[in-house]
């Protein structure tokens, strides 16, 4: 077999991948941000709800590196334990090792390029097409900055 056609063909289903996940409104959401990547951790997509989050349009960081050996995402983002601000930039690198969802905790939070520090929730998933295996990583996050001040004032008054 050609390699070059084994090459071709991942990359049709991965852009095939990506345009039904744009179809169904993957763009659109702002609710979550949603950020994937290929294996080698390069920006494949961002949606809007992802540009607001990290404060930097898809155009800017396409095919744009995030590092996924646990240094920091250079200048797009990294996530930190909020309270003791250790990096967490390794959860990608340990969702591709284990090949499976990493939930994010109630203490994570994300540095955008903006240096503001937004606690999140979300996940960090493998991105799977048919025939492929995992092909790169789905990153979805959520800006849960309101439920934790509710928490902390519920938590507070006990």
């Known amino acids: 077999m050609n390699p070059m056609s084994n090459a ?3 990359h049709v289903a991965v852009d095939s991948f990506l345009a039904r996940s744009a179809a169904l409104g993957l763009r659109e ?4 941000a949603k950020i994937l990547t290929d294996t080698a951790g390069r920006i494949q997509y961002m949606n809007l709800g992802a540009e607001q989050l990290l ?4 155009e800017q ?13 250079t ?10 601000h250790e990096s967490l930039d390794g959860m990608i690198a340990e969702c591709l090792a284990r090949d499976a969802t990493i939930t994010l905790g109630n203490r994570v939070a994300l540095i955008n390029k903006k240096g503001e520090q937004v606690s999140i929730g979300g996940s960090i998933s493998p991105m799977r097409v048919q025939g492929f295996g995992t092909v790169g990583v789905i990153m ?4 849960a900055t309101p439920t934790r001040h509710l928490m902390g004032r519920v938590f507070d008054s006990i």
């Open 8 to 10: 071709t063909n991942y």
């Open 140 to 143: 979805t996050f959520r800006d």
């Open 61 to 73: 960081t396409r095919g744009r590196p995030l590092n996924t050996r646990g240094l920091p995402f």
């Open 75 to 84: 200048e797009f983002f990294h996530l930190i334990d909020e309270c003791s």
């Open 29 to 32: 959401s702002v609710e979550d």
């Open 55 to 58: 404060g930097v349009r898809f």
